[in-house]
């Protein structure tokens, strides 16, 4: 297959039969850099990548990369930040892996894809100065990838490395992995300025329906939680927990205020475990009232949690959570709060998957000002990569990834933002290593 800007390098193209994916020696996997300090942990991902295959598989493996253009890369070649050929290739090629893009805020009419300067006129940046990098506010990149690939399954997991800083001191007790639902909620766009149409329309209907009343000046949304969208994020939840033989997953909601939403949620990962899944689980009802507290032998605990308890729980006892299905904005909040509790957001992996596409991301931001200087952590994009060779079945590989952060990480050899949390510890042997300089650490502990 051809496309207008991207070549096709010679590879194994993945395949997906009967929901189960078939890869080559040398599969063709995407790479879309990011903007901003994607320039610098991409490649330091695609080196520690590199490295591990060639030592797991001897040469006889090695993945084919196939730059996919999107962001500022994007917007110099099509003109916009997200053509449909980005979208087009990820879907041909099944595996992806991305850096971080620029999402803007607020209320000006154009971004800066350099810096990410926002302002209210095009062509050049008022902050930076450059001539190509500004276009008009766009909503983010990344949930529109997830949407128009329908990547319904964010999965995010969470655990602790030895040597890591945190402020809790039950991170050492932290493994588990949130699934996070990615088509919905407030995230699905359904968003309406004040005084608009659509919101004043919205306003009158409720008005004309229940007699409640909204105030005229209020901007509105939508929060559409179906039991579809729900029922597929919540399989995708009980299958993991099933295929890696973990003790229990939990619904995270918030129905006890939101009962038709968050509350159909939980409602919809009962009935699916019942429906689907009645073999293998108990439900924690059933846990009390059928087998006094004492979880049966082979079986995997179904319990739901409500969102504001859920942020108290991975703090006080997170060894009680193996796997977290959860809707989308609180899947948002509950992710980064819980990378927080081992070390912080530079560690985070995370993953994009559908039916069929795989979509692996850094789970940071740009950092435009760090951008080019070879200093920041690549630790979530290598990780992310880490969950990429897994997905593909290279565990061989992906292991040697993580045995090798884990050592660089124990023996100090670190980028500055651990560095600086280790030396505040007290630790005298650290070293400080650059992007590349910790991708080399990784590569040379495997």
């Known amino acids: 297959m051809k496309f207008e800007h ?28 990011g903007d901003g300090i994607g320039l610098d942990i991409t490649p330091a991902m695609q080196a520690v990548v590199g490295a591990a295959v060639e030592k797991a598989y001897g040469g006889k493996r090695s993945i084919v990369w196939c730059p996919v253009y999107a962001g500022l890369e994007s917007l110099q070649r ?35 894809l350099y810096c990410a300067h926002q302002q209210y006129h095009g062509g050049t940046c008022d902050k930076c100065g450059k001539t190509d990098g500004v276009t008009k506010r766009f909503r983010s990149i990344n949930v529109r990838l997830r949407q128009m690939l329908d990547l319904y399954a964010c999965v995010r997991p969470i655990r602790y490395f030895e040597g890591v800083p945190s402020p809790n001191k039950y991170a050492d007790k932290v493994d588990f992995v949130i699934f996070r639902e990615n088509t919905e909620d407030v995230y699905a766009g359904h968003d309406f300025e004040r005084g608009s149409d659509v919101a004043l329309a919205v306003i009158n209907l409720i008005k004309e329906m229940t007699g409640r ?63 689907e899944f009645g073999d293998k689980f108990v439900t924690e009802k059933d846990l009390w009232d059928k087998y006094n507290g004492q979880m049966p032998e082979g079986k995997i605990l179904a319990k739901d949690r ?52 795989a979509l692996f991301e850094a789970t940071h931001g740009t950092a435009p000002k760090y951008t080019g200087m ?13 969950m990429m060779l897994n997905h593909m079945g290279w565990n061989e590989a992906a292991d040697l990834i993580s045995k090798g952060m884990g050592q660089a990480i124990k023996d100090g050899h670190v980028t500055y933002d651990l560095e600086r949390l280790m030396r505040g510890e007290g630790r005298t042997d650290v070293t400080k290593v650059s992007c590349s300089g910790f991708g080399q650490a990784i590569i040379e502990r495997m």
């Not at 991207?6 to 850099?33: A, S, W």
């Not at 909601?253 to 475990?273: A, P, Q």
């Not at 509950?334 to 993953?351: E, H, Q, W």
């Open 6 to 33: 991207v070549t096709i390098p010679e590879g194994d193209l993945i395949q997906v039969k009967n929901g189960q994916i078939e890869v080559g020696d040398h599969p063709v996997v995407g790479c879309l850099r």
């Open 78 to 112: 099509y003109g916009t930040e997200l053509p449909q050929e980005a979208v087009d290739v990820i879907q041909y090629l099944k595996v992806a892996i991305k850096g971080p893009f620029t999402t803007p805020i607020g209320e000006e009419t154009h971004v800066c």
């Open 213 to 275: 009343q909204i105030r005229e000046d209020s901007g509105i949304g939508i929060k559409p939680i179906s039991e579809f969208g729900s029922k597929r994020l919540i399989r995708k939840a009980c299958q993991w927990a099933v295929k890696q033989g973990l003790p229990s997953v939990t619904f995270v909601h918030k129905g006890n205020i939101m009962k038709f939403t968050e509350g159909s949620f939980c409602k919809y990962g009962y009935e699916l475990v019942a429906d």
């Open 306 to 357: 409500i969102a504001d308890s859920i942020f108290q729980q991975i703090q006080t006892r997170p060894g009680e959570y193996s796997v977290l299905a959860v809707p989308n904005l609180n899947g948002d909040y509950l992710s980064d709060a819980a990378i927080a509790l081992v070390g912080g957001l530079g560690l985070g992996p995370g993953a994009n998957i559908g039916d069929e596409v």
């Open 374 to 386: 070879d200093k920041v952590n690549p630790g979530s994009l290598i990780l992310s990569a880490v």
